[in-house]
């Protein structure tokens, strides 16, 4: 038996060697193929011919009911535009503009609510609803006393909406709800907090995002320069006259929270440190999901874009989180982000300072599992196919030669 294989492989080298060589050439491009599929391939930088092209877009909400979106914008040389685009017909409401009302650089913030309206604030005591082309003045004046909107969040059931929001007095700022055009007083205390930031969480309860500082050395820090620490705030407040209460206060390790999103009953906050989930019941679990931005795309998946040159986009969508390893780094500096149809838009600067839009393709998400098995499918089956037509080859050789 030795003999006859050891005459079967001197005739048959030159063919043997063939086989092996372009099996070997098939483990290769099998292990390229099926590495390549391990980053995250659904992301690109966008060629921008909408009307912000050439502007920063500072904040943007995209409407959910088509292509359209209202977008702050700065441009050098043209000054801060407030407008809103209407992709189905190309044309554009303006809002504010040099050439018409200059307020847009006044804005402090730009918000849709659940009923779609889109809520920003550009004076003190105010509030500007946008429906459509309407846009309506919510003029919440007292007074003797004024107060600068910041942020603003709304519950509704089916009774009525509530409407919660962040404001600032002199050096220092709270939360005022709202009962038909009068605002309650100030929340009486924040703990030495600073908020930047408030979102529902279900009826009569409401959760705001801030900064702690403590005392001089007082958590261990440097007493020159203490450090700050990021803080999750409830507060209760029905909907009715009496002032809203912060309930308790959550402190956290370092870095800072700073934007909101949803995912399911989850309401999702991001942070450049550490990120969190809120579940319904109120359950906190923090995740290790450092980012720049957090945003919610229309299917549900809360995604977590990093900062400028981050390799990882991280998800969160029905319990599971996953990180994504990038094909590039994140090419962008994030002002602001937004979902429309099948993508999410992150808008901001590039390395050098230049506007820049990076889009990702939230269908790419589930793409990349399935294109992985089935490359997984394809190596396993060609290479069965290959090894099996060998030894098929060798027991034929074997046998003309017995």
């Known amino acids: 038996m030795a003999g006859r294989w050891r005459r079967l492989l001197e005739e048959e080298s030159e063919h043997q060697w063939l086989t092996l060589s372009m099996f070997a050439l098939f483990v290769l491009f099998g292990a390229f193929a099926i590495d390549a599929t391990e980053h995250f391939v659904g992301d690109r930088i966008t060629k921008v011919t909408a009307q912000h092209q050439g502007g920063l877009v500072l904040d943007i909400e995209y409407h959910e009911n088509n292509a359209s979106y209202t977008s702050l914008v700065f441009a050098p040389g ?28 006044e804005v402090n ?60 007095e002199g050096n220092a700022n709270s939360f005022r709800g709202v009962v038909g ?12 907090v600073q908020w930047h930031a408030i979102e529902a969480h279900s009826e009569g309860l409401w959760v705001g995002l801030g900064t702690h500082i403590s005392a001089s050395g007082a958590d261990g820090s440097s007493p020159a320069t203490p450090d700050p620490r990021p803080v999750l705030g409830w507060i209760t407040w029905n909907g009715d006259e009496a002032t809203p209460v912060l309930r308790n ?17 989850n309401l999702i906050v991001g942070g450049t ?7 319904s019941d109120q359950e906190v679990q923090a995740l290790d999901a450092p980012s720049a931005m957090v945003v919610s795309d229309l299917e549900g998946t809360a995604w977590f874009i990093g900062a400028l040159g981050s390799t990882t986009v991280a998800t969160y969508n029905a319990g599971v989180f996953e990180v994504h390893q990038l094909s590039r780094p994140v090419p962008v ?7 429309q ?62």
């Open 273 to 279: 440190v550490e990120s969190l989930v809120i579940s």
């Open 78 to 105: 043209a000054g801060y535009h407030l407008f809103t685009e209407h992709v189905d017909d190309g044309t554009a409401s303006v809002v504010y503009s040099p050439e018409s009302v200059d307020l847009a650089d």
């Open 109 to 168: 913030f730009m918000k849709t609510m659940p009923d779609g309206e889109i809520l920003f604030s550009v004076e003190p005591n105010q509030l500007v609803g946008l429906r459509g082309n309407t846009m309506v003045t919510y003029d919440y004046g007292l007074e003797g006393e004024a107060f600068t909107v910041l942020d603003v969040a709304e519950y509704e059931n089916q009774e009525a909406t509530q409407r919660l929001m962040l404001t600032k």
């Open 181 to 192: 055009m009068a605002p309650t007083a100030p929340m009486s205390t924040s703990s030495g």
């Open 249 to 265: 206060v959550q402190m956290f390790g370092s870095g800072m929270f700073h934007s909101f999103a949803s995912s399911g009953t």
């Open 333 to 339: 500096d994030v002002s602001d982000a937004g979902a």
């Open 341 to 402: 149809q099948e993508f999410i838009h992150v808008h901001g600067t590039d390395v050098n300072g230049q506007p820049i839009q990076w889009s990702i393709d939230i269908t790419a998400d589930g793409s990349i599992e399935s294109g992985r098995g089935f490359l997984n499918m394809l190596f396993l089956l060609g290479g069965g196919i290959m090894l099996a037509m060998m030894g098929m080859y060798a027991v034929e050789q074997l046998r003309t030669t017995g």
